[in-house]
């Protein structure tokens, strides 16, 4: 009922200014934020330079938490949640959400017709909020090792149309704050808790990335970027399927799971979030509206 009343409260303000305002923004899973422009026309609204800046500048300020928050609301948290629902149960308060958003200075556009003002939203920021467990959870180790070399990271591709478990259907994978990855008999290798909190707060649990981060015209073939996450030495799976009431988690190889629950050093790249999940294009970078 609450995220009801602020979403009916964000529409009702939105229809108000409808005439006034307009909102563009991206959300970009690889750089974890979403960026937005506010943009109120002056005419429209009423204001004459120079004397009504500092009003069209309050107008900004006052409006945009109410305007940003259906979008920000829809991103999804893990496969059966979005923000919205943290904030429901109590995992995010609306006030540290707010605390997140960073304001640029609004600036005027040059025919002096409309302010604008800019803002950012940190997702690792969100996600650090409802990371609540204060020592990771235990890794379970195989019953019969096998021999694997260590690795200083661990890259799962699943940029393609994958099988849906329990479906036949496929999707491609969606991203979120906090993926999960199970085997392909459904034994959860990785989630939230398994991660040192620390650097689940700080990192974030996984690193989102393209095709081409893995496939740069250098020695390792990647991104510099992405080396500082899984190093020079990772491990490279190719997803099997995708699971979930919306497909954000990644199910890969039994096999391949035995390559990192089989070494001390692998099982410490998962607490320590040495993970890069490589999904499609089109599914990191989304626009509104």
């Not at 409802?130 to 694997?148: D, E, G, K």
């Amino acid at each position: 009922m609450k995220v009801f009343l602020l979403l009916f409260f964000a529409l009702l303000s939105i229809n108000l200014h409808a005439q006034e305002m307009t909102i563009q923004g991206t959300l970009e899973w690889e750089r974890m934020e979403f960026s937005a422009a506010l943009t109120l026309d002056l005419q429209k609204a009423g204001i004459k330079l120079p004397a009504g800046r500092s009003h069209a500048e309050a107008l900004l300020e006052d409006e945009f938490p109410e305007l940003i928050k259906p979008f920000i609301f829809e991103i999804q948290a893990d496969s059966s949640s979005t923000v919205a629902d943290l904030i429901d149960r109590g995992e995010l308060s609306p006030a540290a959400f707010m605390g997140m958003i960073h304001s640029f200075p609004p600036f005027l556009s040059p025919d002096l017709s409309v302010i604008r003002a800019r803002y950012l939203v940190n997702l690792t920021g969100i996600s650090a909020e409802a990371i609540r467990h204060s020592r990771a959870q235990r890794i379970t180790i195989p019953l019969i090792p096998t021999p694997v070399q260590d690795y200083s990271g661990i890259i799962i591709i699943a940029d393609e149309s994958l099988p849906v478990h329990g479906r036949s259907s496929s999707a491609f994978a969606i991203p979120c704050l906090f993926p999960k990855i199970w085997d392909s008999e459904m034994n959860l290798i990785f989630e939230r808790n398994t991660m040192d909190p620390q650097l689940g707060r700080e990192l974030g649990l996984v690193r989102y990335a393209s095709r081409e981060n893995i496939m740069r015209a250098v020695p390792s073939g990647m991104d510099e970027d992405l080396i500082k996450r899984v190093g020079e030495t990772p491990l490279r799976i190719m997803a099997q399927g995708i699971f979930g009431a919306v497909p954000t988690d990644l199910i890969i190889d039994k096999e391949d799971a035995l390559l990192i629950l089989s070494s001390e050093n692998n099982r410490r790249l998962l607490m320590e979030g040495r993970i890069a999940i490589v999904l499609d294009k089109k599914e990191l970078k989304k626009t509104i509206p």
